[in-house]
Structures are given as C-alpha cells and as structure tokens.
C-alpha cells in the first residue's frame, strides 16, 4: 500500500489543521492506521492510531501527552485516514508522517509499522 500525506503548513499557535494520508494500491479497511510525528533533532514518535479489531470494527488510541488535541478517523470509501489537530502549539512543530500495517497487532513503535508516507511538515508560530 501507498501512502501520501498532505495538509501540512504553516499555522499560528492557537490554530488548527486537518492532515490527511491517501492510500493507493490497496483498501485500508483491513489495516492499522497510524500517525506520528518528528521534530527537528529529535525520533519520531506515536501521536495516534486507528486500529482494525476485524470486520467493521476499529478503535482508537493516542498518545498519553496528546489525547484531546488530536483526533484521527478514517473514511475506508475514500481510503483516507485523517489527523485533526486543534490548539496547535510551537512545540508540535514537526514532520508528520502517516502510517499502516495490515491486520489489529501494533504498537506505538515505529518500527513495528510497514508502510510510510513521505510525511507533512507542520510548523508552528509562536
């Protein structure tokens, strides 16, 4: 599967933003979709994820620093999986990249992930 993630720029502190993550190649409705982020210097890092529990059933899980700000979905007819980002900080300044592995087994590592977009570039003014 293909990934291509959009929606980044540049937004004030205060701000939102709507990242999206478009698949290719194959349906998402079977995999995990996740999201996660680096900043400059720094390793890459969970932020959120939508994970398949089978049939049409997926829960969702966030990072512990993060839950409230952060919302991820999905829509399986578009193949998209989205990341709404609200009261945007400097210090979520970073490239966010979007994510998959088929089937319900992950985790927040990214090594555990199989397929990666090329990832968006979020930056925030103070």
């Known amino acids: 599967v293909q990934l291509q993630a959009s929606g980044g720029g540049l937004v004030q502190a205060g701000g939102s933003l709507r990242l999206s993550c478009a698949a290719s190649?194959?349906?998402?409705?079977?995999?995990?979709m996740g999201w996660f982020r680096q900043a400059p210097g720094k390793e890459r890092e969970f932020v959120a994820a939508n994970i398949w529990s089978g049939s049409s059933t997926y829960y969702t899980y966030y990072s512990d620093s993060l839950e409230g700000r952060f919302t991820i979905s999905r829509d399986n007819v578009k193949n998209t999986v989205y990341l709404k980002v609200n009261n945007l900080k400097p210090e979520d300044t970073a490239v966010y990249y979007c994510?998959?592995?088929?089937?319900?087994?992950?985790?927040?590592?990214?090594?555990?992930?199989?397929?990666w977009g090329q990832g968006t570039l979020v930056t925030v003014s103070s």
């Open positions: 190649g194959r349906t998402i409705s079977a995999y995990s």
């Open positions: 994510a998959a592995r088929l089937g319900g087994s992950w985790s927040r590592s990214p090594k555990s992930w199989d397929y």
